[in-house]
């Protein structure tokens, strides 16, 4: 009698465990804004821009969830080293009044809306402590429960860099130097950066993002950059580039 009790349970929970499906979401045009690999998007002070977002709804017992809306809008928040995923956010968009979008949408399938990057947008490059994201998430309701606002599989928070049109040309001319053929660690890093190849070259530069010389020097293995400001910098020899990030 237990072991039919207990195979009896075990049924039980197998059916409970399957009867909840998820919802998915993405932001499925995000690629169209990333440059030099940067798992970031990079815009201009006032682009236009459009937002595509690919998503299904959940289900429970068999019972879809039903769907409120879905928003995308830019924030930021004036804290260094700021997790676009996981970081603390004021619930605001950085134009006011707020300017979130609501593309319109079915229970599954592709929709997509325009958003306008502020023209007044401080460029990312100018303070260290300033972090952008584009805040995209479904809010759905499932049988039963409570409106669901985004959260893990219902949200793409992606990091932001605002930049002029100078850095991002410097930053494609960069990207057209020859790269990995030597590494660095650690990366990103606060103040030691050090070569992991024996390899021998007579000077290295590093570069800021708008191609500006920031440093330079003869043969070392490791080079202090503990007076770099935070950011996204170059280091360059023989004549090719490795991309870091100064914490």
Do not use: C, H
């Not at 075990?10 to 690629?31: C, D, H, Y």
């Not at 994201?133 to 219902?154: H, M, V």
């Not at 990103?188 to 024996?198: A, G």
Request: charged share 20%; proline share 4%.
């Amino acid at each position: 009698m237990k072991k039919v009790t207990f195979l009896l349970l075990l049924f039980m929970g197998s059916i409970a465990f399957a009867q909840r499906v998820e919802p998915t979401f993405s932001w499925s045009n995000k690629s169209d804004y990333q440059i030099n690999g940067e798992s970031a998007v990079t815009f201009k002070p006032g682009d236009v821009i459009t937002i595509e977002i690919t998503y299904t709804l959940g289900s429970t017992n068999g019972i879809d969830d039903s769907l409120d809306f879905i928003l995308a809008g830019l924030q930021d928040e004036a804290m260094a080293n700021v997790d676009p995923l996981t970081g603390t956010w004021a619930n605001e968009t950085v134009a006011q009044p707020n300017d979130y979008i609501f593309p319109g949408a079915e229970a599954s399938g592709v929709t997509s809306g325009t958003y306008t990057i502020p023209a007044n947008a401080e460029l990312s490059s100018e303070n260290a402590n300033l972090t952008y994201r584009i805040l995209a998430y479904l809010a759905y309701t499932p049988d039963g429960g409570s409106t669901i606002f985004g959260g893990d599989g219902a949200s793409d928070p992606t990091l932001v860099y605002i930049r002029s049109q100078a850095e991002i040309d410097a930053l494609l001319s960069i990207d057209e130097f020859p790269k990995e053929q030597f590494k660095i660690y650690p990366n990103p890093v606060d103040d030691m950066l050090s070569f992991t190849d024996t390899i021998r070259f007579d000077t290295f530069e590093i570069r800021d993002v708008t191609g500006k010389l920031i440093q330079s020097g003869g043969y070392t293995n490791t080079i202090n950059v503990s007076s770099l400001e935070q950011g996204i910098y170059f280091v360059g020899i023989n004549n090719t580039y490795k991309k870091f990030i100064k914490k």
